[in-house]
T-cell receptor, first 112, second 113 residues
Framework: GDSVTQMEGPVTLSEEAFLTINCTYT??????LFWYVQYPGEGLQLLLK?????DKGSNKGFEATYRKETTSFHLEKGSVQVSDSAVYFC???????????FGKGITLSVRP | ETGVTQSPTHLIKTRGQQVTLRCSSQ?????VSWYQQALGQGPQFIFQ???????GRGNFPPRFSGLQFPNYSSELNVNALELDDSALYLC????????????FGPGTRLLVL
């Protein structure tokens, strides 16, 4: 079945550092790929998405490129802020009912 | 535009009891999905409702059931609660033309004692 693997965490960075969070997936067909962010005590917010190979999703300075050849969708940001501290989930959507399959999530802490 | 809302925000139940969680979808969205998020884990798909019919189900037992109403709001019912049902329950809605893009509510945190 479909699965999403995220790099082990947590990740701690200094403000203005470069961020990469790795995500790889296994799926039949051609899934759509997503990054969601969860701030403490809240639900999930859609951060960005890509629906086909080589698409780049971007939002709030974050970017991720759908790489079919490596089955990856790594999240990057050039300069993180303290306000980016949250849990980040990679997810894919495929199949008849478009259910989301999530990775385990990774906690990012950004220190001033 | 009002986003996805859920009620209650927190709930405490004892083992064996039954619980009903509620969700109002975002305006214009006719598809609702429910997810269970255990502490420290990613959300797991429970089921989805489209036009008041179940439209797919994850690996959850029949004591997890749901409903969708004509206004597209939805309920999640869990019977015979077990300790492992303690989790954050998330509702997500999506428009029919783009079902895969789901917008989440703040969740209901359920604690089973």
């Amino acid at each position: 079945g479909d699965s999403v693997t995220q790099m082990e965490g947590p990740v701690t960075l200094s403000e203005e550092a470069f961020l990469t969070i790795n995500c790889t997936y296994t799926a039949t067909g051609y899934p759509s790929l997503f990054w969601y962010v969860q701030y403490p005590g809240e639900g999930l917010q859609l951060l960005l998405k890509a629906t086909k190979a080589d698409d780049k999703g971007s939002n709030k300075g974050f970017e991720a490129t759908y790489r079919k050849e490596t089955t990856s969708f790594h999240l990057e940001k050039g300069s993180v802020q303290v306000s980016d501290s949250a849990v980040y989930f990679c997810a894919l959507s495929g199949g008849a009912n478009s259910k989301l399959t999530f990775g385990k999530g990774i906690t990012l802490s950004v220190r001033p | 535009e009002t986003g996805v809302t859920q009620s209650p925000t927190h709930l405490i139940k004892t083992r064996g009891q039954q619980v009903t969680l509620r969700c109002s979808s975002q305006s214009g969205h006719n598809t609702v999905s429910w997810y269970q998020q255990a502490l420290g884990q990613g959300p797991q798909f429970i089921f989805q409702y489209y036009r008041e019919e179940e439209n797919g189900r994850g690996n959850f037992p029949p004591r997890f059931s749901g409903l969708q109403f004509p206004n597209y709001s939805s309920e999640l019912n869990v019977n015979a609660l077990e300790l492992d049902d303690s989790a954050l329950y998330l509702c997500a809605s999506s428009p029919a033309v783009e079902q895969e893009t789901q917008y989440f509510g703040p969740g209901t945190r359920l604690l089973v004692l």
